[in-house]
């Protein structure tokens, strides 16, 4: 924005990294990064490209992160409080060409939603048993007649197939829109319904069994029980860790469809997880006949947001592009992130991207192991990371995950 005449918005975008140290708490250092339209298109879409299709990518530590890190000599601990494109990107895997070495065996970043967040104390209220939802029975209820036994290897609704249902209903006596209908329809193929995620039931139980050697209590919801009513009534557990299908919608509304479904703008209406008999609701309107079910299958981020969560120390959202939301810039993200913050979880781990089912459910139990071992949690993240990236370099496969919080 430019004052002159009056005032008025030019097409370039520039990034103001403000750095904090004991010397310059009174004046923070003012980094800028000029280039951010290129940043937010083009460089943004390259890094997902070689992530995706695990090329050595050897430009997106200059173009994101030489720039600060040209200021962070002999720093070894950074906490980042990101705006805009830097919510989408996972920072530790931005490789130095110099060193040839990634962003996470050179210094520890620890995000957080504000920087008041480290004057922030962990959660020092009451909280319930640790509980675990995965492996749901999407098929629960009407679809259950249906022979569809199919299972998939990842975790976003673009690795499942969508019915070819007229309507794609929300809730109780309503229907999603046909805006996000249509996106949803996209993201899910042909004409089945979302796939089986057999590493979402290994993972529960070795997650399980981790808690049970250290005596501590757990609670698990798999199969027809990873209900979205019983997601709902968890209140204030220890740790809430969901592994299932996630998503996030571009919003791409028709013409013809924006008066009908202009609510559907909230960004906060098209991030989720899909729970049990979602299929069942696709498909028919109500996961069962005999109208047991109070609930559709599908948490949106907006119902999220009115959870139990003032005591709980860490929510997983072990599933695809949980991390994505709208981006509003000095806002942060609209989407499960904020949700979950907004319900009062002191860390959220989420991801960045579509996520390998078997490279997920070992790096969960990675870091379980190592957090149940008595190191601190944002530690444990860590070094789980480093332990999968031994086994599997690809920054996909290891680096899909953030932790955000204390």
């Not at 923070?28 to 070689?50: D, Q």
């Not at 299908?245 to 009908?260: I, R, T």
């Not at 947001?305 to 509003?328: F, P, Q, R, Y």
């Amino acid at each position: 924005f430019t004052p002159d005449s009056a005032g008025v918005f030019t097409d370039e975008v520039f990034y103001g990294g403000l750095i904090v140290r004991h010397d310059t708490k009174d004046y923070p250092e003012l980094v800028i990064m000029r280039n951010g339209v290129k940043m937010e298109t083009r460089f943004l879409s390259n890094y997902r490209n070689a992530i995706k299709y695990k090329i050595d990518d050897n430009f997106s530590y200059k173009l994101f992160w030489r720039p600060l890190a040209n200021k962070l000599t002999d720093i070894s601990k950074v906490y980042l409080s990101p705006d805009g494109v830097f919510n989408q990107i996972s920072i530790n895997t931005l490789k130095n060409p110099e060193t040839g070495k990634f962003i996470i065996d050179e210094m520890e970043v620890h995000l957080v939603t504000n920087t008041k967040d480290l004057l922030a104390s962990a959660t020092n209220g009451k909280s319930g048993p640790s509980y675990l939802f995965g492996y749901p029975n999407y098929n629960l209820g009407n679809m259950e007649k249906e022979e569809n036994k199919n299972e998939d290897d990842g975790r976003s609704l673009s690795g499942s197939r969508s019915g070819s249902s007229s309507t794609i209903p929300l809730s109780r006596g309503g229907t999603i829109p046909r805006g996000l209908r249509g996106n949803l329809l996209r993201y899910m193929r042909s004409n089945q319904m979302l796939a089986l995620l057999p590493g979402t039931k290994k993972e529960v139980n070795l997650i399980d069994s981790l808690y049970r050697t250290k005596s501590e209590e757990t609670v698990i919801y798999m199969s027809n029980d990873a209900l979205e009513e019983n997601l709902k009534d968890a209140s204030n557990p220890k740790v809430l860790h969901i592994a299932t299908h996630g998503f996030f919608l571009e919003n791409e509304l028709d013409n013809q469809d924006y008066e009908e479904d202009s609510y559907m703008e909230n960004p906060l209406l098209r991030a989720g997880l899909i729970l049990a008999g979602a299929n069942s609701f696709i498909s028919t309107g109500q996961i069962s006949n005999a109208d047991k079910y109070q609930e559709d299958g599908i948490l949106t981020a907006y119902e999220a947001m009115n959870m139990k969560l003032d005591h709980t120390d860490l929510v997983v959202l072990s599933a695809c592009e949980t991390g994505l939301g709208e981006i509003k810039n000095g806002e942060g993200v609209y989407g499960m992130q904020r949700a979950f913050k907004v319900a009062g979880a002191d860390a959220i781990i989420m991801s960045m991207w579509t996520v390998d089912d078997a490279a997920t459910q070992e790096l969960m139990t990675l870091f379980y192991e190592e957090w149940l071992s008595g190191k601190p949690k944002y530690e444990s993240f860590v070094e789980a990371q480093r332990r999968l990236k031994e086994k599997r370099e690809a920054p996909y496969y290891w680096g899909a995950f953030v932790m955000i919080g204390n």
